[in-house]
């Protein structure tokens, strides 16, 4: 379980009917700064009714009424994207009556409204309660969603492997060599232009659709991020947040020493990147010859 | 490791809560040995380390820093390494060991951390401090230290020796076997096997009984 009191893990769940509105969420949630976003991924739904009563499984308000207030989705796209995020700002309090008095995070709930009076269907300039999305009132149902899509381990998922190095849930051996590494010696997987043929292409940094973003060609890294997000990207990456990393990024500074770009040694002195192309990219567009990396043993 | 560089390592965690444990000043970052760190916050002081380390690698004083993590007990290894040999090792606790013979109380740690006293190094041209833990708690990492690992590598025999050499009054004898009794707990493992077999003889007796009834 998150052992930080001060802060949680909620989930939002944009429905069918609220997919083509995905980039002005991610935005709106982008925007609110207490929300940091973890995992966007898509999840394609077998069986609707199904899918529904587990999302509303913990839910408080009477089964009946969650019924009818979710018939709509039973004919929406049998595709949902899920958006994991560590909530800073729990700011929790109570809320409905009696037996369905539960606690909610504000900010979650605040952020689910100004989403639903932005995208959900009007009829006669009035918001109707076909919701686009769907949020967590508390951390044990992003516990549970998560189990629920295969992860076993909850929301552990999102709790860093490691104490010292800044990776992602990375399951490792817990051994890394950090040591300076030849950028010309670095390589990364990107997705294959013949994908789905081919999954991945293994090439140099320069050939990534990252490299070239920073070096100002832009539309292939947004043509890249569209058309993988949630798929095989499930990182919050977008332009906007490349942007900013570009502006205000400095390698292993005091505050981020352990923030190393993470390689494993592939044959021939070649490293392949696991973690931070993004980082590599503006390393190498820097012109560095030379990296630290963090090399899984 | 030399001076210099364990001067640099130490003065920056030097607003941190850590102690040094079982310190050997005349050993202190000489070639192939290790200085065992006990944290408040592992991850605070294993960050600054490799702080110090990514610089060290910059300036080609080592040539590769190894990290080895054991998250769930809160151990790191950061192992210093020069043309491909350990120079020295940083051995970081972020929680009480497990240990095989003995049971220490977790508050044994907090204490030491609480009542710890800042030692002044003095190597060479260089001057740093250091905390360490008072001397009643020492003597207790020693004997610890003996207790757990003597059966095994009977060189840990030296850390009885401290101990006895440093009780030189009745006071400090008090005072010492009163930690003990007051962290250390013996681990019973006779009792829990005794208590295992006991109920087993007791389970299988119901099981008869029951198939007796039938």
Known sequence: ?297 | MNDKNLKKIFDYIQNDEYIVIKLDENTLGDHGKDVDIYCKNISIIGKKIMHIANSLLKTREYDQIKLIENKNEKHVYIDFYKNNNLNFRFDLFGKSPNFKNLTIKKEFFSDCLKNRIKKTIIKNTSTFNIFIPNENHDLLFRYIEYTENHAERPEKIKHLHYVSSMLTDKNKIFIFLSSISLYVLKKDTERKNTLYIKNCIFSIKRILKKLLRI
């Not at chain 1, 976003?37 to 999302?55: A, D, G, L, P």
């Open chain 1, 1 to 297: 379980m998150n052992n930080k009191e001060e802060t949680r893990y909620d989930y939002f769940l944009i429905w069918g009917n609220g997919l083509h509105h995905k980039d002005g969420i991610l935005d709106i949630i982008r925007e609110e700064k207490s929300l940091k976003i973890i995992k966007i991924f898509e999840h394609k739904i077998k069986n609707m009714k199904k899918f529904v009563k587990e999302v509303y499984s913990h839910d408080y308000a009477p089964y009946q009424h969650l019924k009818d207030k979710t018939k709509y989705l039973l004919s929406t796209d049998p595709k949902v994207i899920f958006i994991f995020v560590k909530n800073k700002n729990k700011d929790e309090d109570y809320f409905g009556d009696n037996e369905y008095r539960h606690i909610e995070s504000k900010t979650i709930r605040k952020l689910k409204e100004i989403i639903r009076n932005k995208y959900n269907e009007k009829k006669e300039e009035k918001r109707t309660e076909n919701h686009v999305i769907h949020a967590s009132d508390n951390e044990n149902q992003t516990d549970y969603i998560l189990k629920y899509l295969g992860h076993q381990e909850g929301i552990d998922l999102f709790e860093p492997y490691s104490d010292i190095i800044s990776i992602k849930e990375l399951q490792t051996t817990g051994v890394y060599v950090v040591k300076e590494i030849p950028m010309q010696n670095i390589y990364c997987s990107i997705i294959s232009s013949d994908y789905p043929k081919k999954i991945k292409t293994i090439t140099k940094i320069e050939n990534s659709p990252h490299f070239k973003y920073v070096d100002g060609d832009k539309d292939s890294y947004i043509e890249y991020i569209n058309k993988f997000q949630g798929t095989l990207l499930q990182d919050n990456h977008n332009p906007e947040v490349f942007d900013n990393l570009i502006k205000s990024f400095h390698y292993l500074d005091k505050d981020n020493s352990t923030g190393y770009i993470l390689t494993k040694k592939l044959r021939d002195q070649k490293y392949i990147i696991l973690d931070g192309l993004h980082r590599a990219s503006i390393l190498k567009h820097k012109n560095e010859k030379h990296i630290i990396s963090a090399v899984l043993e």
